[in-house]
């Protein structure tokens, strides 16, 4: 499974962006998907995810309401719409696809394959 991230950008605080995951090799219909985020000397943050089987959706608490997790099957791709972008989000954004048991759907670890992380930079 190959996954490519794209869409980051720098903006100001409170503009949006969208962020793309293409997949190829696998249908995602049949995977979890994830999006993750890492800044330096920090350890890589859960971010949103949606699951395969039921489309339900979850958000690390200071995103929700403000990020948005979906996917289009026939694209075999998966976004993140993120609004009112805040400093605090700036990172290198990363997709990811497995199953993770719903326990551990935040965990990294859970995560068979990784988009290559596109660089969202929030000035103030």
């Known amino acids: 499974v190959q996954l490519q991230a794209s869409g980051g950008g720098s903006v100001q605080a409170g503009d949006s962006l969208r962020l793309s995951c293409a997949a190829s090799?696998?249908?995602?219909?049949?995977?979890?998907m994830g999006w993750f985020r890492h800044v330096p000397g920090k350890p890589r943050e859960f971010v949103a995810a949606?699951?395969?089987?039921?489309?339900?959706?979850y958000y690390e608490d200071s995103v929700k309401g403000r990020f948005t997790i979906s996917r289009d099957i026939a694209k075999n791709t998966v976004y993140l719409q993120m609004n009112s972008l805040k400093p605090e989000d700036t990172a290198v954004y990363f997709c990811?696809?497995?199953?993770?048991?719903?326990?551990?759907?935040?965990?990294?670890?859970?995560?068979?394959?990784w988009g290559q992380g596109t660089q969202v930079t929030v000035s103030s």
């Open positions: 949606i699951k395969s089987t039921s489309s339900n959706e």
């Open positions: 090799g696998r249908s995602i219909s049949s995977y979890d």
């Open positions: 990811a696809i497995g199953r993770p048991i719903l326990s551990a759907i935040t965990y990294s670890s859970s995560y068979y394959y």
